[in-house]
Nanobody
Framework: QVQVAESGGGLVEPGGSLTLSCAAS????????MGWHRQTPGKQRELVAS???????NYADSVKGRFTISRDNAKNTVYLQMNTLKPEDTAVYYC???????????????WGQGTQVTVSS
């Protein structure tokens, strides 16, 4: 069984910073992808930033230059450093990981429950 859990959301003023963490746990053979998505009411979930094994980070245009994604492979953890936050960054942020479980033969997509980020004065 594989679990994905986010942490680090909260309330921050415009221009502020926040770091989100996402850890995959359980019986894991390997992880090929870890990424952050976000969703606001009435809108589709959008990819914010992602890291695939052996590839450069990928960012949505709206966050380029402000957000940085990084990964600690030893801890099966991905981070999202968010700087110069804007009110339009307010959303529920979800972590997604593509994981091959221990003893498994294929990668599956696993999602966390989400963490709320609110940017407001």
């Amino acid at each position: 069984q594989v679990q994905v859990a986010e942490s680090g959301g909260g309330l921050v003023e415009p221009g502020g910073s926040l770091t989100l963490s996402c850890a995959a746990s359980g019986s894991i053979h390997s992880i090929s992808f870890m990424g952050w998505h976000r969703q606001t009411p009435g809108k589709q979930r959008e990819l914010v930033a992602s890291l695939s094994t052996g590839r450069s980070a990928n960012y949505a245009d709206s966050v380029k230059g402000r957000f940085t994604i990084s990964r600690d492979n030893a801890k099966n953890t991905v981070y999202l450093q968010m700087n110069t936050l804007k009110p339009e960054d307010t959303a529920v942020y979800y972590c997604n990981a593509h994981v091959k479980p221990g003893g498994g033969s294929a990668y599956g997509s696993y999602w966390g429950q989400g963490t709320q980020v609110t940017v407001s004065s």
